[in-house]
């Protein structure tokens, strides 16, 4: 399918450390034209990492929000990564994709806010989404918004709307053709996470959605392809 978007989850997470620069390295080689990372405040910095706790990811203990970011920087993400900081990823990636800023933590979105006012003119290049919503209207207006959602509730493109989002982000299990028929309907992209498995790749792009979250991006990339 044309225009499908296949979205490096956590860079190229099904292959290298995820939220790591050489899983978002390994992303832009696999082909893919987007790349998803999570963000958190720690300090004045946006980090890059999903949890809030550090012990799934990292070689360390405790809250993302409450370590000092010399002892994040300290640990091993994996393969001995850093933890990345935000500059660091969009330095790397510079304009050979776009980037899906996911905000996980409050003061996430007046940071990023600050952080992407030079970049303003590019605005094409990001999309910000959050399952907090209520950080997510604080984003900058000048950026596209994408609202999350993982659980069934009424109204979901009304409410996406209402947030001034033009991107439904659903989990997978919440994904049906009338929803996409809505939201499409509605003028939103609609795109669903986190599509591993052949088959539901070809479901989703079956069912019309505009593109997909996974962690293995060149088999999603080949699907979308294939006739
Ligand atoms: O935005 C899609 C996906 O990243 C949301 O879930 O938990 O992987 O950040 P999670
Ligand atoms: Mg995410």
Not at 87 to 109: P, Y
Not at 125 to 152: K, Y
Not at 203 to 214: H, S, V, Y
């Amino acid at each position: 399918m044309n225009n499908f978007l296949v979205i490096g989850h956590r860079g190229a997470s099904g292959y290298e450390p995820e939220n790591t620069l050489r899983s978002f390295e390994k992303a832009l080689e696999l082909g893919c034209s987007w790349i998803e990372l999570d963000v958190h405040v720690v300090g004045d910095q946006l980090v890059v990492i999903h949890d809030d706790d550090l012990s799934r990811t990292t070689d360390g203990f405790g809250l993302v929000s409450t370590s000092s970011f010399n002892y994040l920087r300290s640990l091993n993400a994996g393969k001995g990564e850093q933890v990345p900081i935000l500059q660091e990823v969009l330095d790397l990636v510079g304009q050979r994709c776009r980037v899906n800023i996911e905000l996980k933590g409050r003061g996430t979105a007046k940071l990023l806010s600050t952080l992407l006012r030079k970049r303003s003119s590019k605005r094409d290049q990001f999309l910000v989404s959050s399952f907090d919503h209520t950080e997510l209207v604080q984003m900058n207006p000048r950026f596209r918004r994408g609202a999350i959602w993982n659980q069934r509730v009424n109204s979901l493109v009304e409410k996406t709307i209402a947030l001034y989002a033009d991107t439904l982000v659903v989990e997978q299990s919440l994904i049906s053709a009338s929803l996409v028929e809505e939201a499409q309907g509605a003028n939103l992209q609609i795109l669903g996470y986190t599509i591993n498995e052949p088959a539901d790749i070809r479901e989703m792009l079956r069912l019309g959605l505009n593109g997909i979250f996974t962690d293995f991006p060149d088999q999603a990339i080949l699907l979308s392809k294939s006739p």
